[in-house]
């Protein structure tokens, strides 16, 4: 059974830190890109963070670039996105999505998703 398991969220103050964690398993974890989407209420999700499975590179979305920092770690089957210098603007739910192409076939999972509050 894949599971995705997203930890972390929670209220912070404007220019806060929060880390959110999120555990895969029930696939292999190291061969799937993993990124971090996120859904303010009333807006469509959008892409925050992206990392790839081999090599480990990284993109950001530009409202969080510089402040934002995704990373993984095979060992744990976990992906890790620190969010520093937090903005109200950056309160949504924040998800995590696991992408594989395999054979002509994307295989893609989802987290059920974390709430990240930032207060002014």
């Known amino acids: 059974q894949v599971q995705l398991v997203e930890s972390g969220g929670g209220l912070v103050q404007s220019g806060g830190s929060l880390r959110l964690s999120c555990a895969g398993s029930g696939f292999t974890f190291s061969k799937f890109a993993m990124s971090w989407y996120r859904q303010a209420p009333g807006k469509e999700r959008e892409l925050v963070a992206g990392?790839?499975?081999?090599?480990?590179?990284?993109n950001y979305a530009d409202s969080v670039k510089g402040r934002f920092t995704i990373s993984r770690d095979n060992a744990k089957n976990t992906v890790y996105l620190q969010m520093n210098s937090l903005k109200p603007e950056d309160t949504a739910v924040y998800y995590c999505?696991?992408?594989?192409?395999?054979?002509?076939?994307?295989?893609?999972?989802w987290g059920q998703g974390t709430q990240v509050t930032v207060s002014s």
């Open positions: 999505y696991a992408e594989r192409t395999l054979m002509d076939v994307v295989l893609n999972y």
């Open positions: 990392i790839s499975s081999v090599s480990g590179s990284t």
